[in-house]
């Protein structure tokens, strides 16, 4: 059975930095791209940032371009997203997300974790 | 620009069937979309995917009362006989090499 657990999140002031991270199982980590995703209080769907199997290729929404990224340990099957210079609008729940392999879709999710950016 | 857009809310009755929409952008009818289901206080659920075609793929234990179609650049979720643990926020979702993107998503209430 596929599990992916979030945790790290929690309350950030302003400008500061926070580390999600997301544990993985029942499944071969390695072989399969993974994503983040977000939703902001009240609102939808929001991809945030994709890493290959590998993790040698990442791409980002424009929205944290810069500030965040996305790594993985693919000997501790997990994903981490470092969240840096963080703002008002990043206040959401993230969702660690599996990819269905050769295609850009999500196809196994967490159960989220909030992040609170408050001034 | 690709955009997805579905419209904010639709209903129906328990036991009936909806259709629920997401229409793709001028230019981009032929991307396929994936279909997602978020029930209150939960993490989504991959529910299938749609190709251009009408063909669709389900993920695991996605129930038969569940089906996509296409049409054009319209991809559809059409669930028949409603149950109330349906009521839930549906969003679709397509990508390119680079990217992901979702539609806004559509709130169904089972009446």
């Known amino acids: 059975e596929v599990q992916l657990v979030e945790s790290g999140g929690g309350l950030v002031q302003l400008g500061g930095s926070l580390r999600l991270s997301c544990a993985a199982s029942?499944?071969?980590?390695?072989?399969?791209?993974m994503s983040w995703v977000r939703q902001a209080p009240g609102k939808g769907l929001e991809w945030v940032s994709v890493i290959s199997g590998s993790g040698g290729i990442t791409y980002y929404a424009d929205s944290v371009k810069g500030r965040f990224t996305i790594s993985r340990d693919n000997s501790k099957n997990t994903l981490d997203l470092q969240m840096n210079s963080l703002r008002a609008e990043d206040t959401a729940v993230y969702f660690c997300?599996?990819?269905?392999?050769?295609?850009?879709?999500?196809?196994?999710w967490g159960q989220g974790i909030q992040v609170t950016v408050s001034s | 620009q690709l955009v997805l857009t579905q419209s904010p809310s639709a209903s129906a009755s328990l036991g009936a069937s909806v259709k629920l929409t997401c229409t793709l952008s001028?230019?981009?009818?032929?991307?396929?979309i994936a279909w997602h289901q978020q029930q209150p206080e939960k993490g989504p659920r991959y529910l299938m995917k749609?190709?251009?075609?009408?063909?669709?793929i389900k993920g695991d234990g996605i129930p038969d009362r569940f089906s996509g179609s296409s049409s054009g650049a319209e991809r559809y979720l059409t669930i028949s006989s409603l149950q109330s643990e349906d009521e839930a926020d549906y969003y679709c979702?397509?990508?390119?090499?680079?990217?992901?993107?979702f539609g806004g998503g559509t709130k169904l209430t089972v009446l």
């Open positions: 001028s230019g981009h009818s032929s991307y396929p």
């Open positions: 749609v190709n251009s075609d009408g063909s669709h």
């Open positions: 979702q397509t990508w390119g090499t680079d990217f992901r993107m």
């Open positions: 029942g499944f071969t980590f390695s072989t399969y791209d």
């Open positions: 997300a599996k990819s269905l392999r050769g295609m850009g879709l999500e196809d196994y």
